[in-house]
């Protein structure tokens, strides 16, 4: 099917039965360009053939004749992908369309634009997070995920690592974010995360004498998940980031108060 005027629908394989609609250009403004559906419909061949990361999808000339559309319809719509962080677009004659892993620091990336534009400040972005995250733990309390349980464990339970980085607590608040087994806000909270602690973090605010009673408080929240006590766990994480806030906010309130920067 032509897709010369940038809008018509896509002429895919019919095993996909979640391609956009194909009404014509003409009928709404709303229709989606051909990129764009071409872009979709490779993501549900992603995800229902189960591609994980480092899978290689079809080459170009393949799509182009699997969509029935044109050549910069398909580059476009890789494209499209390549920018969310979806596929990576490799070089060379073995190259093409690869299946990224996904990664909180693209979502961030997206998020950061977003909160530059509305002149969110990195207080605004810790706030957002002191609501999601003590309900991401009280949720990892009460699914009791094995797995995730061991690796939190295993962050814990060594005291001498456990106190001297903070890539350590880094580790512990993601480890129970995927511990929630909630995967909207386990990315979310990631992403919350990372787009406000390296700009806070740069000014060194976070003291050698305080790392000690940090990383005891990891220990009170791990034992009540442990517990399955989800309401404490809920109580626990909320004063624990508080405390990181209040901290902060003593230290260098600027940074606080700074509007979020895009970092593109």
């Given at each position: 099917?032509?897709?010369?005027?940038?809008?018509?629908?896509?002429?895919?394989?019919?095993?996909?039965?979640?391609?956009?609609?194909?009404?014509?250009?003409?009928?709404?403004?709303?229709?989606?360009?051909?990129?764009?559906?071409?872009?979709?419909?490779?993501?549900?061949?992603?995800?229902?053939?189960?591609?994980?990361?480092?899978?290689?999808?079809?080459?170009?000339?393949?799509?182009?004749?699997?969509?029935?559309?044109?050549?910069?319809?398909?580059?476009?719509?890789?494209?499209?992908?390549?920018?969310?962080?979806?596929?990576?677009?490799?070089?060379?004659?073995?190259?093409?369309?690869?299946?990224?892993?996904?990664?909180?620091?693209?979502?961030?990336?997206?998020?950061?634009?977003?909160?530059?534009?509305?002149n969110a400040t990195y207080r605004d972005v810790v706030e957002a997070r002191i609501v999601i995250e003590p309900v991401m733990a009280r949720l990892a309390a009460e699914r009791q995920d094995a797995d995730q349980l061991a690796r939190l464990r295993e962050l814990v339970e060594h005291p001498a690592e456990r106190r001297n980085t903070m890539g350590s607590a880094q580790d512990f608040?993601?480890?129970?974010?995927?511990?929630?087994?909630?995967?909207?806000?386990?990315?979310?909270?990631?992403?919350?995360?990372?787009?406000?602690?390296?700009?806070?973090?740069?000014?060194?605010?976070?003291?050698?004498?305080?790392?000690?009673?940090?990383?005891?408080?990891?220990?009170?929240?791990?034992?009540?998940?442990?517990?399955?006590?989800?309401?404490?766990?809920?109580?626990?994480?909320?004063?624990?980031?508080?405390?990181?806030?209040?901290?902060?906010?003593?230290?260098?309130?600027?940074?606080?108060?700074?509007?979020?920067?895009?970092?593109?």
């Open positions: 099917m032509d897709d010369s005027d940038g809008t018509a629908a896509v002429g895919a394989d019919p095993s996909l039965d979640v391609l956009p609609d194909r009404t014509p250009a003409s009928a709404s403004p709303r229709t989606r360009k051909v990129s764009t559906m071409v872009a979709a419909a490779i993501v549900e061949d992603i995800v229902s053939q189960g591609h994980e990361a480092g899978a290689r999808l079809a080459v170009e000339a393949a799509m182009v004749e699997r969509f029935r559309v044109s050549r910069a319809s398909v580059r476009e719509g890789l494209r499209l992908l390549e920018t969310h962080g979806v596929i990576d677009l490799r070089p060379g004659q073995r190259g093409g369309p690869v299946v990224r892993e996904l990664v909180a620091g693209d979502l961030a990336r997206t998020l950061t634009l977003f909160f530059r534009l509305t608040h993601d480890t129970m974010s995927s511990a929630s087994g909630n995967p909207v806000l386990d990315i979310l909270g990631k992403a919350l995360r990372m787009v406000y602690a390296g700009h806070l973090q740069a000014e060194n605010f976070f003291p050698a004498d305080a790392a000690g009673g940090i990383a005891d408080q990891h220990q009170d929240i791990a034992d009540a998940i442990f517990a399955g006590d989800g309401p404490l766990t809920e109580q626990l994480v909320a004063d624990h980031l508080r405390d990181y806030a209040d901290l902060q906010d003593a230290r260098t309130p600027w940074l606080m108060d700074k509007r979020v920067v895009w970092d593109a």
